[in-house]
């Protein structure tokens, strides 16, 4: 697939990123010819400015336009503070906590920064996910409030007794909309039928420093399933979050595989698992170990995701919302059927936040929300839906 010499080079400074030496060949992309807003635009969407910013700096920062070069410096500045306040804020919290005997990890944001790059001015991250034990979860919410945060979704205590049953996270906004911290309690929502125990994760947790703080994070082995999964929920649309598990790879080499895919398959995401892997030797010359390489390589499936995958990064217009072609995408990425068949049941008739704020019930009438869900999505996504499948049809006669 041919693509842009913007979009090319972009690849080349994440790599560079993770391994020195592509100077060269980033110079000469450079000389070619480059669209600098769109590929600040590029790198901006895909949450790759570090990346983008410190290999020009470090490589061939005379050959970048001046007035290009100040918006990338500008941007990388701008990220570099925002990170350090949102770590300071979460060492804040994890203290709280604490304090309060409160047991409670976080991952991504800071955390999953320091992990994979020792320092947390490398990625782009917007917020803080910490994760808590469902019993504690109404403690944690509690000293959120105290600190100046409010829930984005209001519930009385009965309706948050079930909406902790069917969800896994509760988002807060500070007062004055600085820092948004997401409460887990388990690790991917119920519609994405990824049967992972959450009290297992307690169990492998590693220690990682954090401004000099020793904190507790997901291991590399439950770390690696989970940023697959991620992507995968996601559909993979941003770059940053393939060069995460590139950079896991490369700085993990300790990491027992024989475990990681024993894993994925018992939990039926190894379809996940090998596509987040083919990405990232697909888009980021990652080096994989053989006996991973072989499964990797194995489904066809994957390859054909990877390049459904690849395509979307370089469309001209961006991302658009594709609710059904996510769907199906989610559909193709699990390995069995009754995951597929869980999906689609959780999917129409499991209430999400955005019903639970759409349509206000008492909480003896929440039950609803199940009945009024499907009828919803009919409204919304039906007559899309029946096109499709017309068009289809039309095609194969």
């Known amino acids: 697939m041919n693509i842009r010499h913007e979009n090319e080079l972009l690849l080349y400074c994440i790599r560079n990123t993770m391994e020195a030496g592509r100077a060269p060949e980033m110079k000469a992309l450079v000389e070619r010819g480059i669209d600098w807003n ?4 590029k790198a901006s969407q895909h949450g790759v400015i570090p990346q983008l910013y410190k290999s020009l700096n470090d490589s061939c920062p005379e050959a970048v336009p001046t007035e290009a070069f100040d918006q990338l410096r500008h941007s990388f500045h701008t990220n570099t503070g925002r990170n350090l306040f949102l770590t300071t804020e979460l060492l804040k919290l994890l203290d709280l906590f604490t304090a309060h005997e409160i047991p409670a990890f976080p991952f991504k944001g800071p955390v999953l920064d320091a992990y994979l790059n020792q320092d947390v001015i490398s990625r782009q991250y917007e917020d ?4 808590v034990r469902t019993q504690d979860v ?40 600085k820092c948004m911290v997401e409460l887990h309690w388990k690790i991917t929502p119920k519609y994405f039928s990824y049967p992972l125990n959450p009290e297992h994760l307690w169990e492998r947790l590693e220690a990682v420093s ?17 940023l697959c999964m991620h992507g995968a929920r996601h559909c993979w649309e941003r770059l940053s979050w393939i060069s995460d598990v590139a950079t896991l ?22 379809r996940m698992l090998y596509l987040g892997i083919f990405l990232t030797n697909d888009l980021l010359a ?14 066809p499936m994957v390859k054909k995701l990877a390049a459904q995958v690849r395509s979307r990064f370089f469309q001209e217009n961006g991302r658009k919302t594709r609710v059904l072609e996510d769907c199906f995408f989610h559909l193709k990425v699990r390995d069995r059927l009754r995951d597929k068949i869980r999906y689609c049941i959780y999917q129409t008739t499991n209430p999400s936040i955005l019903d639970w704020l759409l ?5 003896s009438l929440s039950f609803l929300h199940h009945i009024a869900r499907p009828i919803r999505l009919c409204g919304k996504y039906g007559l899309s ?8 049809a039309h095609s194969s006669i």
């Open 359 to 363: 349509i206000p019930l008492p909480s």
């Open 286 to 299: 990652t080096h994989l170990p053989e006996q991973v390489s072989k499964r990797v390589y194995a489904d």
């Open 128 to 131: 803080l996910d910490i994760m």
């Open 385 to 392: 839906l029946a096109k499709r499948l017309l068009l289809r």
């Open 138 to 177: 109404t403690r944690a919410q509690e000293l959120l409030l105290s600190q100046g945060y409010q829930p984005r979704i209001r519930l009385t205590s009965s309706q948050h007794v079930l909406f902790l049953r069917s969800e896994y996270e509760l988002p807060f906004v500070r007062d004055d909309g």
């Open 210 to 226: 954090l401004n000099g703080r020793e904190v507790l994070t997901l291991s590399s082995e439950d770390l690696v399933l989970f």
């Open 38 to 41: 769109y590929l600040i635009k």
């Open 249 to 270: 790879i490369s700085t993990h080499s300790e990491m027992d595989w024989v475990w990681v895919m024993k894993q994925a398959h018992r939990l039926g995401s190894a």
